[in-house]
């Protein structure tokens, strides 16, 4: 089982943080609530090999962040303003990849958006250069500590690889590629499994 981080409490840690809670502790949840969820609940074995996450959006706010772990990665999940959105199409001229036809994506996400739901967007927090984990920098302009013609987006501060908020790198950053995006499916509306797709990647 993995609980979620606010990344707009912890926005100013480097790297990225997961809690997760342990074995016992999910099967000690498991036998309160009976057998349904001791099958539920997938194994901390499950976990490090790989298994699928199930990750609740329903509660996430507009501009909201929160960061899953999937295979030892941190997964966020940012839910993007119609600014946010709007935004990505000023940026491209100065992308280094703005289609990602070179970045590591599923091919059923496409677009500037590269996301299934545009409001909904779900990428590796992995760094392309050497794996540091970004932060999110989603104020925009003079709100930002970025300069005033920041975009909003995710810096890198191990070697200031900036990225927009579909994670496509800036021009002049060492970062090669865009962030990945991982395989993932709609449940429901309101839940996204990290992991799977409906290939069954
Ligand atoms: S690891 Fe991100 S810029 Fe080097």
Redesign the pocket.
């Given at each position: 089982m993995t609980a979620i981080v606010n990344d707009q409490v912890d926005e100013k840690k480097r790297r990225w943080l997961i809690v997760t809670t342990s074995a016992a502790g999910a099967a000690a949840a498991a036998g309160v609530a009976g057998p349904f969820l001791m099958s539920w609940f997938p194994s901390a074995r499950a976990l490090a090999a790989g298994a699928p996450v199930e990750v609740p959006i329903d509660k996430l706010e507009l501009g909201q962040q929160i960061t899953v772990e999937w295979r030892g990665k941190p997964i966020w999940v940012l839910r993007r303003t119609k600014e946010m959105l709007d935004g990505l199409e000023k940026v491209d001229p100065v992308l280094v990849d703005p289609e990602s036809k070179a970045s590591e994506q599923p091919t059923y996400v496409s677009g500037r958006a590269r996301s299934i739901k545009p409001e909904y967007f779900i990428c590796e927090g992995v760094?392309t250069?050497?794996?540091?984990s970004?932060t999110l920098k989603k104020e925009i302009g003079a709100a930002s500590d970025m300069g005033a013609d920041w975009p909003g987006g995710y810096y890198?501060p191990?070697?200031?690889?900036r990225f927009d908020l579909a994670a496509r790198v800036f021009k002049g950053?060492?970062?090669p590629a865009n962030l990945k995006i991982p395989p993932h499916r709609y449940q429901t509306d309101a839940v996204v499994v990290i992991g799977e797709d409906t290939k069954g990647a």
């Open positions: 760094c250069h050497l794996g540091c970004p890198c191990c070697h200031n690889s950053s060492p970062a």
